[in-house]
């Protein structure tokens, strides 16, 4: 028995050093996954040339966040959307600047937009809010190799099987002539273009419309936009419905109701007391729109009124402050007035804390999803039946004194 507990950290320690070490030591077990990924490449049409020629001296990247190496604890999330407040992420001083940029680079494509909304049903504002959101209108520089981050984190990520996929994608992207190595540029994350694609996205959403035989996302933005409205349109885009409405609150709602389980028709909203704040009009047809209601920030910030194609937008991104960040700015790039409510100022508990109040929450039966440290909408409900059934304060939102309530064990 001794034996064998042994075994284990020296393991993990010779694991360590060989990643540690570099490409000397590392690179034997990468370049057998290499091999094994022909037959598969193979099955994909993708030709011996382009495997060989795309895969000769790849070598992984150990430096990428998210990867799941041996001996190293797993890196906090970077991802804005989930480690900000609401107000730093939606910041009104960004939302403006980019309002404005918006409103000229809609004059300048007024033309291809217009022709993308009676393609795809989608406004040209929110085709233009997502691409300043992935790439600051193409000013955000990517300047990983896209098929190495890939390959890195098919090898020894945390979603194996998922960048497998990405990693034979990018390769049939490759093959196909669509793009070069060289410009195949992408996030950290393997995304690539000025509204960043997945390379399987880039495959099953990407748009001609020249006609000369590629979908050029990474410096046509007409196409880009395009790839864009595809996916949208695909995902189930209603044409001429908004993605959300600001809304007040009636006195004394009840916040476990801010969840997208809970639906009724935007008119039955009404009759309950919401308010639109925004002045924004719902037409006759809207009324009967089945809609949830959003509470990003609890009690201390803007709520909104969201049917089908707020959930559309988050097929796109999951997180709730992205389709928030989105939707925002296409309405400022299209009539410039900031929130009716303002975001108050909020602490976050760190992720380590949130993860136990959702196994607290979880353990009493509230709450039934994944343990993430990330306060979701159901996390937020969760944690109002809670408080309900604690007899504190209901505000859905995770403070230090609903921890500190859970640590004393109620």
């Given at each position: 028995m001794m034996f064998h507990s042994l075994r284990r950290p020296l393991l993990a320690a010779a694991l360590s050093l060989l990643v540690l070490a570099g490409p000397a030591l590392a690179d034997a077990g990468f370049e057998r996954w290499l091999a094994a990924q022909w037959p598969a490449a193979q099955a994909m049409g993708i030709s011996r040339a382009t495997f060989e020629r795309e895969t000769a001296g790849l070598e992984p990247d150990f430096s990428l966040p998210d990867l799941a190496l041996p001996g190293k604890p797993k890196a906090p999330d970077r991802q804005a959307e989930f480690v900000q407040t609401p107000a730093a992420y939606v910041s009104d001083k960004a939302i403006a600047s980019y309002a404005a940029r918006g409103r000229t680079l809609a004059a300048q494509y007024r033309t291809q937009l217009a022709a993308l909304e009676r393609q795809f049903g989608v406004p040209g504002p929110i085709l233009l809010a997502i691409w300043a959101r992935e790439t600051s209108y193409g000013g955000a520089k990517l300047s990983h190799d896209a098929l190495r981050v890939l390959a890195t984190q098919a090898y020894v990520g945390r979603r194996k099987e998922e960048f497998r996929s990405e990693f034979l994608a990018a390769l049939k992207i490759l093959d196909e002539g669509h793009v070069t190595r060289a410009g195949m540029k992408s996030s950290w994350a393997g995304a690539m273009g000025l509204t960043q694609f997945l390379p399987t996205g880039y495959l099953a959403y990407g748009v001609d419309l020249d006609g000369d035989g590629t979908a050029n996302i990474w410096s046509n933005v007409p196409e880009a936009l395009a790839a864009t409205a595809s996916l949208l349109k695909e995902k189930g885009w209603q044409s001429g419905k908004r993605w959300a409405y600001e809304i007040t609150l009636p006195q004394g709602f009840d916040c476990t109701q801010a969840e997208p389980e809970v639906q009724r028709p935007i008119g039955e909203w009404l009759k309950r007391g919401v308010r639109i704040a925004d002045g924004r009009r719902v037409t006759p047809a809207a009324l009967k729109d089945e809609a949830s209601i959003i509470m990003p920030a609890g009690p201390y910030g803007p709520a909104f009124l969201t049917p089908a194609n707020y959930f559309v937008l988050k097929s796109y991104n999951f997180?709730?402050?992205?389709?928030?960040?989105?939707?925002?700015?296409?309405?400022?790039?299209?009539?410039?007035?900031?929130?009716?409510?303002?975001?108050?100022?909020?602490?976050?508990?760190?992720?380590?804390?949130?993860?136990?109040?959702?196994?607290?929450?979880?353990?009493?039966?509230?709450?039934?999803?994944?343990?993430?440290?990330?306060?979701?909408?159901?996390?937020?409900?969760?944690?109002?039946?809670?408080?309900?059934?604690?007899?504190?304060?209901?505000?859905?939102?995770?403070?230090?004194?609903?921890?500190?309530?859970?640590?004393?064990?109620?």
């Open positions: 997180a709730d402050l992205y389709v928030l960040y989105v939707g925002h700015l296409a309405d400022r790039i299209e009539d410039d007035r900031p929130f009716a409510h303002d975001w108050e100022k909020i602490a976050l508990v760190k992720t380590r804390d949130l993860e136990f109040m959702q196994k607290v929450l979880a353990r009493e039966g509230f709450y039934a999803e994944k343990i993430d440290g990330k306060a979701g909408m159901k996390t937020r409900a969760a944690l109002g039946a809670y408080q309900k059934a604690n007899g504190l304060p209901v505000d859905c939102w995770p403070d230090a004194a609903v921890l500190a309530h859970m640590k004393k064990g109620g």
